[in-house]
C-alpha cells in the first residue's frame, strides 16, 4: 500500500497519526515516518496491520512471512 492508502483507511477507522502515536507510545513524527516508509518498527508495523486487518507484508511491503509468521526483511 502506498503512504496515502494506509492513512485513508486508518482516517476511515478513525484513527490519525496522533492517536497512534498515543496507542504505541510515540511521538507523531515517529508515526509519520514509519507510515512514509523512512522508518521501520515491527511492533507498530504489525498493530498497524492488525488494525486494518490486512497483513503486514500487503500494508508495508518490505515486510514478509517466514514460517507462517510476518517479520520485517532484513
Known amino acids: 500500500m502506498t503512504p496515502d492508502e494506509i492513512k485513508a483507511r486508518l482516517v476511515e477507522l478513525g484513527l490519525t497519526?496522533?492517536?497512534?502515536?498515543?496507542?504505541?507510545?510515540?511521538?507523531?513524527?515517529?508515526?509519520?515516518?514509519?507510515l512514509q516508509g523512512r522508518s521501520?518498527?515491527?511492533?507498530?508495523?504489525?498493530?498497524i496491520a492488525k488494525l486494518l486487518r490486512i497483513p503486514v507484508g500487503e500494508v508495508f511491503p518490505l515486510s514478509e512471512t517466514v514460517n507462517d509468521r510476518e517479520v520485517l526483511s532484513a
Do not use: G, T, Y
Open 17 to 34: 497519526q496522533p492517536i497512534l502515536a498515543r496507542m504505541f507510545k510515540v511521538s507523531d513524527s515517529a508515526i509519520n515516518r514509519i
Open 40 to 47: 521501520r518498527s515491527e511492533r507498530i508495523e504489525q498493530a
